[in-house]
């Protein structure tokens, strides 16, 4: 144990006292302060590796984890867009005149429903949009092919665009329902590549198929112009208007 030495007499004082055990003078313990702090320097390395070292296992294990089920709910995702898919193969039949078809229901030159199959619409879309290429393609993607599905009740279009040689699908599901004079779409979701996307997000996706509206503009005037259309697996029927 360090002793005190008093400044006034010179006296060895034991390192507990305060004052000078010889003449009584207050002794200057900042000493013993000072050499308390260093005395366990084990101690105080303890104290900061607590203070600065990692943290404990579980706690480490738990980010670790997240992170890396995050990282695989990314990739998982990432894969849902970058798969194709089914899309109806493209048709080589011939495409019937639907926009011709629709301008005549409308003017009552030919009453009576009119009836496509899935692969007449695929034929028409594939004739109908060759010539508007141009218009549906943009600095970044390409436009290859755009598509129609139907089943009861619901229509989806799909697009297929080209990102620098990749191609990226977008779908959008569709119910038509007429009413009131008027046909209205109503999107019931859609999908990127094969990750669905809801319908509450899918209403703010109409920019994805913005270019392809405005490129069947002419059709959607027209079928807005009938009196339903009605989906069923493998095909429309498009009844004419009754006046
Ligand atoms: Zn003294």
């Given amino acids: 144990m360090t002793k ?6 010179r006296h060895e004082n034991e390192a507990e006292r305060i004052y000078c055990h010889n003449c009584g003078e207050r002794l200057d313990r900042s000493v013993v ?10 101690d105080e390395h303890r104290r900061l590796q607590k203070m600065l070292g990692p943290p404990n296992r579980a706690r480490q294990n738990f980010f670790a984890i997240s992170k890396l089920a995050l990282a695989a709910a990314v990739v998982a995702a990432l894969v849902q867009i970058a798969l194709p898919p089914e899309l109806p193969a493209p048709t080589k039949i011939l495409a019937p005149q639907v926009d011709l078809d629709l301008e005549n229901a409308g003017s009552y030159q030919k009453p009576g429903p009119l009836e496509y199959s899935q692969d007449q619409i695929n034929a028409y879309l594939a004739y109908r949009l060759i010539g508007k290429k141009k218009a549906l393609n943009n600095p970044v993607l390409t436009f290859v092919r755009a598509t129609a599905s139907f089943r009861e009740g619901a229509c989806t279009i799909g697009v297929e665009r080209s990102l620098f040689g990749y191609s990226l699908f977008s779908r959008a599901s569709y119910r038509v329902d007429a009413g009131a004079g008027k046909i209205a779409a109503t999107n019931n979701g859609g999908w990127i590549g094969r990750m669905p996307v809801h319908p509450a997000i899918m209403q703010f996706g109409g920019i994805i198929f913005a270019d392809l509206w405005s490129a069947l503009e002419r059709e959607r005037k027209l079928l ?6 009605n989906f069923h697996d493998g095909g429309v029927s498009i009844t004419t208007p009754t006046r």
Wanted: one cysteine or more; glycine letters at 14%.
């Fill in 4 to 9: 005190l030495v008093c400044a006034e007499c």
């Fill in 224 to 229: 807005g112009k009938m009196g339903a259309v």
């Fill in 33 to 42: 302060a000072a050499q308390k702090k260093g005395q366990d320097p084990k």
